[in-house]
């Protein structure tokens, strides 16, 4: 996730933006804004503090007036996938120029919070764990693909979608990173060793039965 902190613009032209991750912006404080797909047909919005936009991605927007700081927090492919255990395939918000969340206007007053604060809990956090909040959440994400691949007619390609990764190259290599093995090596080895038990055991049965006999 991208934190950016936007403030006040002297110019009053209209700029065109074009963003190609999905974010939304919340605002600080009250402001009016001026968006619209076209230079001549912009659209005033007044906001107040904690209201939150969706921003359009791959579409060119134009803004124009903007008189106030306002936070915007990107947010990558990878994670809208994760959120929703890959079952969708690609994620894709719907776009809205001005709405209210309690929930996600929480969330992002706490990054923001955080932000200013210089992003104190991320070396706390370090601190606690031995490990940054990113390494921390590939771990977390490796561990459920471990889960995950126990079970035989799992493809690889789902478990990688479904724990967050874009690929199943880079799901691959970030598993080798943390395991120090490959993903088939471990598969191999976990599917080996549960088949063992039941194999010992049915040779097991068979000395019996010679015995009785």
């Given amino acids: 996730m991208k934190v950016e902190l936007f403030r006040p613009e002297s110019h009053i032209e209209p700029r065109h933006w074009v963003r190609h991750d999905q974010a939304f912006a919340m605002m600080v404080g009250r402001v009016s804004m001026e968006w619209g797909l076209r230079r001549s047909a912009l659209e005033k919005f007044d906001y107040a503090a904690g209201d939150l936009a969706l921003c359009d991605r791959h579409i060119g927007e134009w803004v124009g007036l903007m008189n106030v700081p306002h936070l915007q927090l990107g947010i990558s492919d990878a994670a809208l996938t994760a959120s929703s255990d890959g079952a969708y395939g690609e994620v894709e918000l719907r776009p809205s120029r001005k709405f209210a969340n309690t929930r996600l206007r929480a969330l992002v007053a706490a990054a923001h919070a955080e932000m200013v604060a210089g992003f104190p809990s991320g070396r706390l956090f370090r601190k606690s764990t031995g490990e940054t909040p990113h390494q921390f959440l590939l771990g977390q994400r490796v561990e459920r693909a ?68």
């Fill in 146 to 213: 471990k889960a995950m691949l126990r079970a035989p007619d799992t493809r690889v390609l789902d478990v990688a979608v479904a724990c967050g990764f874009k690929t199943q190259q880079h799901f691959a290599q970030v598993f080798r990173d943390v395991c120090g093995i490959s993903h088939r090596e471990y598969r191999r080895g976990i599917l080996g060793s549960e088949a063992a038990p039941a194999s010992e055991t049915r040779a097991g049965d068979r000395s019996l039965s010679l015995l009785a006999f």
